[in-house]
């Protein structure tokens, strides 16, 4: 969600500075994607709001009202009066805080007294609701508005959270949208088949061409809930509108919908379509049915200023679900027993405070009405949160629980474990494959990869292993390739855990069970598998001195870093020279590595070394010294040219030396 | 030729001895550290129905919770998903401790495979290691939490001077959640998601979220080897080559 910081600071007049804020909502709200100062002046935080929240922060008020909560700061809902001015009565004093009138007072009857200071026109709207999943939908008519270029002020708001500028209606809708998280909809009146509206479920087959540059046509079934005039479809419910139905630039009366839906029946319909919309994501998060009426207040001021010529009709209200007013008690002792940090009464009562919660205090008892737009809070749990994160989870002293004892590790892990240690002991090298494969028994759907199987077994997976291991042998110091892997395969009827071996004369799969019952043949609960298992596991105290043949430390004890590989193709030689007895072989190694430099892999490695007698009496022995050299280039193929010219020049340094290549 | 090849032959069994993949060796590192601390390793099924994987854990058919984790099913076995992390091993330790007439306490640590139907780059695989722990007593509290992590990364990444930090997050299965970042010398990194176990997961597996509390945590393992051993790529782990087994 963006956040214009000028946007908040209509909200917020003594909102902190960038840094400050970045540091707050960090550290007591939610991640931070980004802080971005943009051309324009402002600053736009990309704030990471989860399903939790995404019921009140999907909105600069949402956010305003946590920022100031934090900091004990008042929102000043007419501080944006410059924007909205108070046309229609004084609702932003009326509805105060954030949603927590409660939805009785909100009802259409007082909306309408609150009307009384412009003059309203009765209406001849119906609206009509035929499916459960529309909680509540009002609309009203506005008639003779002007469409044309939105203000200044509204196009840099839109700029800023990376909207363009559509026409002033539009921008009218988005900005209370973005402004207040309330997704609203206008109409074209006149595209309408009389002043009706009917939300029911879409006949399976209709299609319904929709507003936006792609030329979308969407195909729908009934499960699809839609906003009709009771003779064509008109729009998507909560997703998005028709195209026939929207504002033009020859629109003079509109209709208003502010509506409330259900979020799975949205959520089902966006995505089958793979139509996401900012009012979608909101609806499919679930948004509160009490913030209609603000809504429906603010988007009626903002036309009024925008086109001061217009007349307003009546709200038409049905209200079918209503949200019923919910209250959470909690005590300071269940707070501080799940933190772990005592938290005081006043600590608890500043915190409600500052964030207008209504609340009363009995003995240990603290009791709050749950503000109507957050959904989230549902229990004593969530107000760990809510005064655990203000309060400052870095107070909290990090303290070691007490130890549970007596209880075992599963003896799968246990198995594995032997297995493995069975394994390296016999020389073997473990590798991990792709669980996902071409082929297989079990089939996945939709996958982001090309691979749209599991694995029926390791071994299919360990020979191509071979394969690429067999031509990098050089590389790896050894030319017998002995590999293994132990993993999940999957049949038919399930998954099973395998250990598999692959080497020039074996190729071996089994279950492990069956692996552990025929190589390795011990009690998996006795002290000398507990000692094995010490040491396989442990990469520190491993005492060598009371370890068994069988044991191998698998230590990370001062860990190497690891030695990238070059993907070029590498080049070996062997060179085998004689040298009087008793001569240092790293002589000739010192000589490889500097003539090698870079090119030359790791340590040149001696695989041959003999010492003959010379046959000429008085004449000293002779030994010979056989190294095996790997060349590779991080950055290029390397030539034969190349290397043979290394080689020659260090023939050349070895008969200045005196000594003979075989 | 009637040589002596003594050498030849010690050079011989010097690589003749077997190896472990790198990221066997975090898991064995780390399960260590927890056993330590008074964890027991848990081990679970990889192929697992959506009870297990999302609904016992609070994160209901339908709900915006869901599409944190992208998920593979599975073709024609309908309910049944590719586990997107190993805390479903936790809901099947709790439902038998229960079964089994057992009670909190308990301490456990479950490392193993999990997927995420993503595709992959350098720091992001569709099959990759955990490691999760859960500890449910009367009286576990974020504290402890903090406390057990703290000393897990002291002693994993020993000799840094290391501490932890907590964000407010959100995961379904928790609650708080946090998001908990890592400072190794004088940089943080954002490294693990954890939380107060949500009394609706206890109670989904039969144990009474008035009376016990506790937290949970879940670690890359993948992303720990990346940082430990300075290897760069996570996709290097999966290709079966043993030019990464250097440790």
New interface residues.
Partial sequence: MLISYNWLKSYIPEVPEVDKLTELI??????LESVEKLPNGDTVFDLKI?????HDLLSHRGVAYEIAGMLGLRVSENSSSNSFPQVLGSPRKEIGELGQTSSEKNNSSELSEKDNSVALLKTQLQIEIQTPSCKRYMGRIVRGVKVGTSPVWMVKYLESVGQRSINNIVDATNIILFGIGQPIHAFDLKRLDGEKIVVKNAKDGDELELVGSEKLKAKLRETDMMITDGVKNLAIAGVKGGLDSGINNDTTDILIEVASFDA?SV??TARRLGIQTDASKRY??DLSSTLCDFAMMEISSLLKELCPEVEFEEVVDVYNIKQEERKVSFSADYIS?????KIPDEEIEKILNNYNYEFSHRSDLWEIRVPDLRLDIT?A??M??EI??VYG??K??????????G????D??TK??LA?NK??????????????TDKGD????????DK?F?RNNLLD??K??YE??RL?AP????E?????EV??I?TKD??EMHVAYLDKKNQVEMELDLFIKEKVSQDIHSEITHKILLN?????SVDLAQGSQDE?P?T?LN???????SSYPFMTRDIAVWVPEGTDSEILKNIYKEFGGELLLEEP????????PSKVEGEKARTSYAYHLVFQSYSRTLTDEEINKIMNSILEKIQHLGFEAR | MQEDNTENKENTEEYKKGSLHPLTLIMNEAVSIMKDLGFVVEVGPELEDEWHNFDALNVPKDHPARDMQDTFFIKDKPGFVLRTHTSNTQIRYMENLVKSGGNPPFAIVVPGKVFRNESTDATHEMQFHQIEGLMIGEDVSVANMKGVLLEFFKRFFDGENVDIRLRPSFFPFVEPGFEIDLRIGEKWIELLGAGMVHPNVLKNCGIDGAKYQGFAFGIGLDRLMMMKLKIPDARFSYQGDLRLNQF
């Fill in positions: 960090t550290f007591k709200l939610c991640e989860l399903p939790d929240r995404a799975v959520r089902k499919e998060n027993k799940v933190l772990g940090v229990g749990h969530d760990v949160e655990g994160r989870y870095d909290i002293i990090p303290q070691l629980p007490d130890k549970i004892i209880a075992k590790d599963n799968i892990w594995i474990c493995k394994l390296i002991n016999d020389g073997y090298r473990e590798v991990y494959n792709y669980a996902l079990m089939g996945i759907l939709a996958s982001a990869s749209s599991l997976g360990l191509k292993s690429l291991n990098n590389l790896l110091g050894t017998e390739i002995k590999l293994f993993g999940t999957f399930g998954e396989f596991c442990s990469a520190r191998h698998a990370l860990p190497r870093i690891f030695k990238s590989w490695k001696l695989f041959d070394s003999f010492t003959k």
